[in-house]
């Protein structure tokens, strides 16, 4: 063998000896994402689950406050109910009949002491 095929021979095996370096630091990343992704997947379904559940919980804490303000406004004024206890159904069902608040399950109750006063 001459001296410039050894030459060639010991770069083109440099060059394959890179390669395959390469490719093994490329499996070795694609290893570790392929768990990343599947620790992300699962942590995923747990956040979603997480988030059903806590649907599920506002919208029966949503219909609970619906039949309780419900019962509230249609119910007669009992006696023994204090003044502001009448002034906070009053208010109710002020609030009830603004049109900004129709269907709305949040009041701002930040000006409520102002309409008490």
Request: one cysteine or more; charged letters at 25%.
């Amino acid at each position: 063998m001459t001296c410039a095929e050894c030459m060639f021979a010991y770069s083109t095996n440099e060059e394959l000896q890179a390669t395959l370096q390469e490719l093994a630091d490329l499996q070795a990343q694609l290893t570790e994402l392929q768990a990343d992704n599947e620790r992300l997947t699962e942590e995923k379904g747990v956040l979603l689950e997480s988030l059903c559940r806590q649907t599920e919980k506002l919208e029966d804490s949503r219909t609970k406050v619906d039949t309780l303000q419900e019962l509230l406004l249609h119910h007669d004024q009992a006696e023994g109910c204090t003044e502001r206890e009448q002034k906070l159904v009053e208010l109710l069902k002020v609030l009830a009949n603004v049109h900004p608040f129709r269907n709305c399950h949040v009041i701002d109750i930040t000006h409520i002491p102002l309409l008490l006063s």
